[in-house]
């Protein structure tokens, strides 16, 4: 305890003291507190006085305890580096026993004791395993988004971590690319809300004070920037696009997330424009710091500072380390290259002392907020711990989670629902039906598979004591099968009422480094699904994945297709409550289905060509189309169906002009059920700027309500828009709203035009 009570009295002394420093170098960024509270300042003033540069850089650097990989093991013995007070974060490491044991080497151990940063990937549940991002996102219910990442929260602190590197921001519109999964898919406005919605469930709220909870984690909104933008879909590629396109596609749900009180941000793997984000001045200090007013701190990615070097940007590590920590980069995750160059690099003039100290109060500042200097233990506790994991009020939280996030993308004749009074004999068939081991997806933090509930199951609880029968055969493994399988699987269709076919990818086929060029089923399970169609029975299709599919030839051919993605813990039960009919389906895509990988990417919001296409003839030739396929998506942004139905009419709006100051248009719209079951339904507006300095997208997503309706009722939804709602970048480089005629729908989803008012903005 003597080497802590330095640290103490240390502090004391300091906070009496009113520090001089001498200005800061040209071109080099200031510190600035990120909670503002000036006894934390001083505070953290004073713990930096008495360290050594050595210790700076200790703080700078994280290290991976390799209890859980989530990337490269790199060869460096961590421990000596902890003995010495020489770790600032700790990565992977689990369990409170686990995380005791460094944090008291850390805390007892060293000569100033400061205390360690535990982070983890909880990314879509710590040990109680929700859908994954992306399903989750298509549920378009901010508040359920909100209650996820706070249970994931409270799990993840109860076992000792207290930072997630979560949420994932990106903008997606490849579905090739595995890390889909991760993301809120291909709308900024979306993906801002749904940004805003998971940090303040991870941190508590907006608000620092919240970061004391011992119940709360530090977020990370990563990857920044523009890791969503990767060429051809391929993991860790160039992201080639303009400064038009990336603030006014790819960079608002980053800013959002920091408008939402995220403590720190993950540098991307990517370059962007020919300049690696890990080592772009530009990104992390011009527009994240100076533009923005980002005051936390920012941590590469896996290994990102030591892949300078292979990007070509650096000639060593040592002059990666350099262009990380003067770009803006305050932590070197894994890489261990701040540690071992830049006090040589100090020496040398090449980096400012100024710019480690920087670096160092923002992580010590959020140490101090979690309340880490205070009780370096306050997180562990291993009663707590199983007091919070996996309870039955998360695990009822998780399940309609699952419901809410299913798409329902097709129902034929009306197949689905089953319920329990039709007296039917469902076949129960596919590959993932009996499967617990792929539910969770990927990213599945420390859940686990075996736990998972299949959909089988699900569904044989669901049943249990009614009049519906069920007969499983498999048919197939997710790449294989045999005839002898698929002759099983169609004598139990023979014998059924309906089939439900379970059918998708390997969990392992998303995620980090799972790039796919084709995006279709296996070719065994399309002959499995070929077999089951002979038999004349309706084929319910539930597929599961982590990326939109090409679903072509199955909305041709099957009666019924259920999106259920990777749904987690719950998923069989979730699934069930969907089949069964005990829960609507209320999902909406957040990203286009294309109808070939010829497509990709496919995004709603695309700009208009000088010869667009014309949809109601796709022939017309020189226009900007395909010989060979509909430039249209299989199935739309904003787009799925209920078990009922809905009609918007009566749309009018206050006003037909909008002016760009102190004004307000508002939208109201009449929205009824058209159908004979109570539902939900999502209700989107969408505008368009006809004329402006730049092209503009042909529809941008500007608002949504998520409503419940009885059956034959009515309710009128209202939307407000400003100009700062139209607001965009423009040819000045500037974002601001510009004078022009615009127009409007109120929809179901984002290729339906069916509702238009027009309006203009002076």
């Known amino acids: 305890m003597k080497k802590t009570n330095i640290l103490v009295i240390g502090v004391v002394i300091a906070m009496l003291i009113t520090s001089c420093q001498s200005p800061s170098s040209p071109g080099e960024r200031k510190w600035q507190s990120f909670s503002g509270d000036k006894r934390i300042e001083q505070r953290v003033d004073s713990v930096l006085k008495l360290m050594t540069l050595e210790e700076k850089l200790g703080q700078m650097t994280q290290f991976s305890a390799n209890q859980s990989i989530t990337g490269p093991v790199m060869p460096d013995n961590f421990k000596p580096y902890l003995l010495k007070g020489l770790i600032g974060s700790i990565f992977n490491a689990t369990s409170v026993q686990g995380i005791r044991a460094f944090q008291q080497i850390a805390v007892d151990s060293t000569r100033l004791g400061i205390p360690i940063l535990f982070g983890q990937d909880v990314i879509h549940g710590y040990k109680t395993i929700f859908p994954i991002p992306l399903a989750e996102a ?68 907006s608000d620092w004070k919240s970061l004391a909870e011992a119940n709360t984690l530090l977020a990370c909104g990563k990857h920044f920037a523009a890791y969503g933008a990767a060429e051809s879909g391929r993991d860790y590629n160039t992201a080639e696009l303009s400064e038009h396109t990336l603030r006014n596609v790819y960079l608002p749900p980053y800013q959002a997330a920091l408008e939402a009180g995220v403590g720190t941000f993950m540098a991307s793997f990517n370059d962007v424009n020919g300049v690696p984000a890990t080592g772009s001045r530009w990104l992390m200090t011009d527009i994240l710091r100076n533009e923005w007013g980002f005051n936390g701190f920012v941590v590469s990615d896996y290994t990102g500072v030591n892949e300078l070097v292979p990007h ?192 998708g990818e390997d969990f392992n086929w998303s995620g980090e480094a799972a790039v796919r060029t084709d995006i279709r089923l296996p070719e065994a399970q399309i002959e499995l699904l070929r077999a089951l169609k002979t038999t004349g029975k309706p084929v319910v299709l539930v597929t599961l994945s982590g990326r939109p599919l090409d679903l072509s030839w199955e909305d041709e051919t099957m009666d019924a297709i259920l999106q259920a993605w990777f749904p987690g813990v719950q998923g069989g039960n979730g699934i069930a409550d969907v089949i069964a ?173 069916t509702n238009e008012i027009s309006f203009s903005i002076q």
């Not at 200097?373 to 695990?395: C, I, K, S, W």
């Not at 959909?455 to 997710?478: C, E, P, Q, R």
């Not at 368009?688 to 309710?715: D, H, M, N, Y």
Request: glycine letters at 8%; one cysteine or more; hydrophobic letters at 40%.
């Open 138 to 205: 298509c549920s378009w219910d901010l508040e359920m988004m909100r209650r996820t990442a706070e249970i994931a929260a409270v799990e993840a602190a109860s076992d000792g971590i207290n930072w997630t590197f979560a949420p994932m921001v990106d903008i997606a519109r490849d579905a090739r690319w595995g890390r889909v999964m991760e993301g809120a898919g291909e709308d900024p406005y979306l993906g801002s809300q749904i940004a805003k919605a998971r940090v303040q469930g991870f941190q508590g709220g």
């Open 312 to 503: 070509g940007v650096a000639a060593d590590e040592k002059q990666a380390a350099e262009l990380a920590v003067n770009a803006g980069v305050d932590m070197d995750m894994t890489g261990a290259t701040y540690i071992k160059y830049l006090a040589e690099s100090v020496k040398e003039g090449r980096v400012s002392e100024r710019t480690i100290d920087n670096a160092v109060r923002s992580i010590l500042e959020m140490k101090f907020l979690l309340g880490l200097f205070d009780d370096p233990y306050r997180y562990l506790n291993e009663d707590r711990a199983r007091a919070n994991t996996m309870t039955p009020e998360f695990m009822e939280t998780a399940r309609e989670a699952v419901a809410s996030s299913v798409v329902l993308l097709k129902n034929e004749g009306n197949v689905l629902p089953i319920q329990k009074e039709s007296g039917k004999i469902l076949a129960l068939v596919g590959p993932l039906m009996n499967d617990s081991i792929n539910l969770n997806g990927e990213w599945a933090g420390l859940g686990d598979r075996n736990k998972s509930i299949p959909i089988l199951k699900g569904l044989t609880d669901k049943y249990a004591g009614s009049s519906v029968k069920l007969i499983y055969a498999a048919g197939s493994s997710i790449t294989e099968t045999t005839p002898g399988q698929i002759a099983q699987a169609v004598a139990a269709a023979r014998r059924s009422d309906v089939v439900i076919a379970a059918v």
């Open 581 to 753: 009919g005990d829960y609507n389906p209320s999902g909406r895509l957040v990203m286009s289905f294309p109808r070939n990988v010829g497509q990709i990417p496919i995004y709603y919001n695309q700009k208009s060509t000088g010869r667009p296409v014309d949809l109601k003839d796709e022939s017309v030739d020189y226009r900007s189309r395909y010989f060979d396929s509909s430039v249209t998506p299989l199935y739309p942004f904003g787009y799925g169906l209920s078990y009922t139905t809905f009609e918007i009419g009566n749309v009018k709006s206050d006003k037909n002009v909008l002016n760009t100051k102190d004004d307000k248009l508002t939208v109201t719209a009449d929205v009824r059920n058209s159908g004979t079951a109570d539902g939900e339904i999502v209700v989107q507006l969408y505008t368009r700027q006809l004329t402006a300095s730049v092209t503009r997208p042909v529809k941008e997503l500007k608002g949504f309500r998520k409503i419940t309706l009885k059956a034959g009722e009515t309710q009128q939804v209202t939307f407000e828009l400003t100009s700062e709602d139209l607001a965009f970048y423009g040819i000045e480089g500037k974002k601001k709203a510009e004078a022009g005629a615009l127009k409007l729908w109120v929809a179901q989803h984002s290729a339906d035009d």
